[in-house]
């Protein structure tokens, strides 16, 4: 029984690590589709919650499936249902980055990287956006986010660890009165 | 370009992500990378930080661990990419199963909740910085500057799928590249 939801774990995620173009958003709906109503590990109610915890938590927010494991089958869950959602996108990565790399300074592929960077560039401010539309931002976090970012440009060595407890305080205090 | 980048230690790689992964909150992570990589040790230059960030989004896998896997792959090969995934990972791995142990506590107590959304809305103001310095440094040359404000209004402001954009935008950008290095030559 126990190893049949290990497996289950594995058939589910490690397709799921393939086909997540763009990252953990894209697969979102799947997952809680194939947990939810497929296999039943969770009710609708719990992945929300552990939908909220995993964005709370540090780390990339598909770090909603080792919850997911860990709910249906503890530890050893947590474990194979981590490594089978990062292992294979990880693995399909590392050949292309290394092929990537092999040709670095040919003159095409200077090319690419040069044509590729403001792509890199436009998607991190693009993402700025959407990770304020998913959190429903308000006011206060565009201030704090715009105060964190005029502080490292003028100080760009100071540790963040230190804005970060500092916006932490000023959503304690303030939040209420916003 | 960066000498030292043959001599990154290991530790330091693993020690370096395993720091990112563990205290960055709401989706600031590449930005923090950005610092440690770029900023602060200069393992890599912006154009090697940025392309790979690109390539990144565009393979499936989520863009940081993919991004820690492109950088332990340049500075170390193999085992590069090994501690600088392993790194990345294991501090949320654990963190993500504490919270959700305390989750029933932390429910009742509502300032947890907004501390950790003003930490998290600060660490946007790291990925923002990083942002701002891609676009300023893409300003001085008009192409760049016009395919990053490009990338960034169909996939930020119009909400574009992701990938079909990059597609779509990469060849231009990349055919001028081409186009200009070989005029400069």
């Keep these: 029984m126990r190893e049949n939801v290990l497996w289950s774990l594995i058939a589910v995620f490690v397709p799921f690590s393939l086909v997540s173009i763009g990252g953990g958003p894209s697969i979102f709906a799947g997952i809680q589709h194939q947990s939810v109503e497929v296999h039943r590990w969770v009710t609708a109610r719990e992945f929300v919650d552990l939908f909220a915890i995993a964005r709370a938590a540090p780390g990339p927010g598909s770090m909603l499936v080792t919850l997911l494991g860990w709910k249906v089958a503890g530890w050893t869950g947590a474990i194979v249902a981590t490594l089978a959602l990062f292992i294979p996108s990880s693995l399909l990565c590392y050949g292309v980055t290394k092929m990537w790399n092999h040709y670095r300074g040919r003159h095409w592929h200077t090319a690419l990287e040069a044509g590729l960077a403001p792509i890199g560039a436009g998607l991190i401010l693009a993402g700025v956006f959407a990770v304020f539309r998913i959190a429903g931002a308000g006011i206060l976090s565009w201030a704090v986010a715009g105060i964190a970012a005029a502080v490292l440009g003028w100080r760009p060595t100071l540790n963040p660890l230190i804005l970060l407890a500092a916006g932490a305080v000023a959503f304690a205090i303030l939040h209420d009165g916003l | 370009m960066t000498p030292t980048r043959d001599h990154v230690p290991l530790a330091s790689l693993f020690l370096v992500f395993f720091r990112v992964g563990l205290f960055s909150f709401g989706g600031g992570l590449s930005g923090w990378i950005y610092r440690e990589v770029v900023t602060l040790r200069g393992w890599m230059n912006d154009d090697d930080f940025f392309s790979g960030l690109a390539l990144s989004q565009i393979l499936p896998g989520a863009n940081v661990t ?47 909740q907004d501390a950790m959304s003003g930490a998290a809305a600060a660490a946007i103001g790291l990925l923002l910085i990083v942002a ?32 079909p954009v990059v597609l779509g935008l990469a060849p231009v950008s990349i055919a001028f590249a081409w186009w200009k290095a070989s005029s400069d030559a």
């Design chain 2, 66 to 112: 993919n991004l820690s896997v492109y950088i332990g792959q340049r500075l170390r090969g193999p085992v590069g990419a090994v501690c600088a995934l392993t790194g990345l990972v294991i501090g949320p791995f654990f963190a993500v199963i504490a919270l959700a142990t305390a989750y029933a506590q932390i429910a009742t107590m509502p300032w947890i």
């Design chain 2, 132 to 163: 701002l310095k891609g676009a300023y440094g893409a300003s001085r040359k008009l192409v760049p500057f016009l395919i990053l404000m490009t990338t960034f209004v169909a996939v930020g402001l119009l909400q574009w799928p992701l990938v």
